[in-house]
């Protein structure tokens, strides 16, 4: 398939929108942005901050370690840091520099219950207000569909920004992405100028390699990555690609959700998601001794996918989004073979039908297990691709084509799953 110049435009700006770096989970450093953000406009050190999430927020904010905070969680932990450590300018490396005294008054500032939380009355998955307070001066920053997307900026009631969206539809935040197939990325990636795309993925495998490492060697969470590769040695797991790939993938997953400071090269707003997309194909490369040009070729391939999928199932729902990073997986394992666009899209289909239903429960350390499980699937839905195997329409589902199959499963997890959504975040309030 022929890809035009204007398109091909228009996918590298999708690249380099989705793939950035991020130090700890991206919900609680969101909170930790716009809280370094609201007090930035205030100008003042604050007395007090107001907070109000969406409930997708508050489950991916509630049980996961807040990194550079010595092993803290949660939303008032987030809020408290960007608040009185936080540098607005660094993004989603906003509370990278923090030292021991700056924890101390976070921990007073908290203890003092400086920092309230509450649930926001709307519809929206991803959605950010808070409001810091100093004497009788206040600041309030908004943010809506993605992480960093500022909509409303607020001082002492005057509005000082104002960037309305459309609250129905979180893409409206992002570029367009009809221009996205799985038949047009497979071109693109074939054909592409390998110097466009080499220092993002450069950056790629450094941070995500690195981390993956960490998780290897150090106590994180469960480290269902370490305990993968320990069965390994042991002679219990076989010592073989999949294996490798499951435990290379999750390692990463137990570091970052467990706290790790180490930044990583996220996809689709999420660290899990970058590494889910990266990891497996860095570690297949590394083994199979693929060069570095299709290395990076493999990951443009799989981010991707990755952003194709997920533009189809939303920014935050009850659908695991590193099982959305596994299909784009198992397509780019068959790339990596030498597999044709078909087989491609019969592997993306395959683990499609294989892992849709995985719920997310939150981000927290069994985050590294489901990534573990999408990546042992990836590999048997690349694997019956090769033999010539795909599901068919028939099948629960799968549609027609892939491109098909892509939309149910995006109405899976945005109507179908809505329900799930509230029973899980009723769960986990309790």
């Known amino acids: 398939m022929q ?3 204007k398109e091909q435009e228009q996918i590298f700006k999708i690249l380099e929108e989705e793939i950035v770096p991020a130090e700890g989970c991206t919900e609680p450093i969101a909170i930790a942005y716009a809280a370094a953000k609201a ?7 604050p007395d007090k901050l107001e907070v109000i999430v969406s409930g997708n927020i508050l489950k991916n904010a509630k049980s996961v370690v807040v990194p550079n905070s010595g092993g803290r969680v949660g939303i008032e932990v987030s809020a408290a840091m960007g608040g009185l450590c936080g540098d607005a300018t660094k993004d989603l490396l906003v509370i990278s520099d923090v030292t021991l005294d700056q924890l101390l ?3 007073k500032f908290i203890e003092r219950k400086r920092v309230t939380v509450n649930v926001a009355e709307n519809n929206l998955t991803l959605y950010i207000y808070i409001k810091a307070f100093s004497k009788e001066q206040s600041a309030a920053v908004e943010i809506k569909h993605t992480h960093t997307n500022i909509t409303k900026i607020i001082k002492n009631d005057e509005v000082l920004v104002d ?10 935040s992002l570029l367009d992405r009809g221009v996205l197939s799985v038949e047009k990325i497979y071109s693109l990636a074939k054909t592409i100028d390998i110097n466009k795309i080499a220092p993002i993925f450069e950056k790629v495998v450094d941070y995500n390699t690195t981390i993956a490492n960490e998780g290897l060697s150090q106590k994180y969470g469960v480290n269902i990555g370490a305990a993968i590769q320990k069965y390994i040695d042991k002679g219990v797991y076989g010592n073989d690609q999949r294996n490798r790939s499951a435990s290379f993938a999750a390692a990463g997953s137990d570091a970052r959700m467990g706290g790790s400071p180490m930044p ?8 899990n998601q970058g590494m889910t997309a990266s990891l497996p194909i860095i570690r297949y490369c590394f083994d199979q001794k693929i060069d ?4 990076y070729r493999a990951l443009f391939m799989s981010h991707l996918t990755t952003v194709h999928v997920k533009t189809n199932v939303g920014r935050l729902s009850a659908y695991c989004g590193a099982m959305t990073a596994s299909a784009a997986v198992s397509g780019t394992l068959v790339f990596l073979e030498g597999g044709d666009v078909r087989a491609i899209e019969n592997a993306i289909t395959n683990t499609l039908g294989n892992v849709s239903g995985v719920i997310c429960d939150g981000a927290k350390a069994s985050c590294a297990t489901k990534i573990a499980s999408g990546i042992y699937s990836a590999f048997d839905g690349a694997m019956l691709a090769q033999m ?11 549609g027609d084509s892939v491109e098909e199959t892509i939309k149910n499963v995006g109405t899976l997890a945005q109507v179908g799953m809505k329900s799930t959504d509230k029973t899980i975040l009723e769960i986990m309030s309790k």
């Open 163 to 172: 960037q309305p969206c459309n609250d129905n539809d979180f893409n409206s």
């Open 264 to 271: 990583v090269m996220t996809t689709s707003g999420s660290g």
């Open 3 to 5: 890809v035009s110049i």
């Open 105 to 107: 008054a976070v921990q």
């Open 292 to 295: 570095e040009d299709q290395m």
């Open 39 to 45: 007090v930035q406009v205030l100008n003042d050190i």
């Open 388 to 398: 010539g195997n795909v599901l068919q329409s028939e099948d629960g589902i799968i």
